[in-house]
């Protein structure tokens, strides 16, 4: 069982930065795949940022454009994701997932065993 915890989130102006930060409860956090997705009112749930269990290879939603980094530190069983050049467009609720020893289809959010309660983010413009 793991608990995720999602913080970081709040008001930023068109341009600004944020660090979401996901702290996981539990052992074995370095064995699941973690990732960000979000929601804006009225869309579907999205995949934005994830990061390999093994080897730390990431992906990204394409309209990430390299604006927005993931990290891990498993010492501290927690995840990243450093938003830069936020843009309106942004605003939403940005959730942390876990999949256990995911190697695959690491896009899809079905893939994901535990989620995190979201943490709002909104850009102003």
């Known amino acids: 069982q793991v608990q995720l915890v999602e913080s970081g989130g709040g008001l930023v102006q068109a341009g600004g930065s944020l660090r979401l930060s996901c702290a996981a409860s539990g052992r074995s956090f370095s064995s699941y795949t973690m990732g960000w997705f979000r929601q804006a009112p009225g869309k579907e749930r999205e995949f934005v940022a994830t990061?390999?269990?093994?080897?730390?290879?990431?992906y990204y939603a394409d309209f990430v454009k390299g604006r927005f980094t993931i990290s891990r530190d498993n010492a501290k069983n927690t995840v990243y994701l450093q938003m830069n050049s936020l843009a309106p467009e942004d605003t939403a609720v940005y959730y942390c997932a876990a999949a256990y020893q995911a190697m695959i289809t690491v896009r899809d959010r079905n893939r994901y065993d535990y989620w995190g309660p979201g943490t709002q983010v909104t850009v102003s413009s």
């Open positions: 990061i390999v269990w093994t080897g730390g290879r990431t």
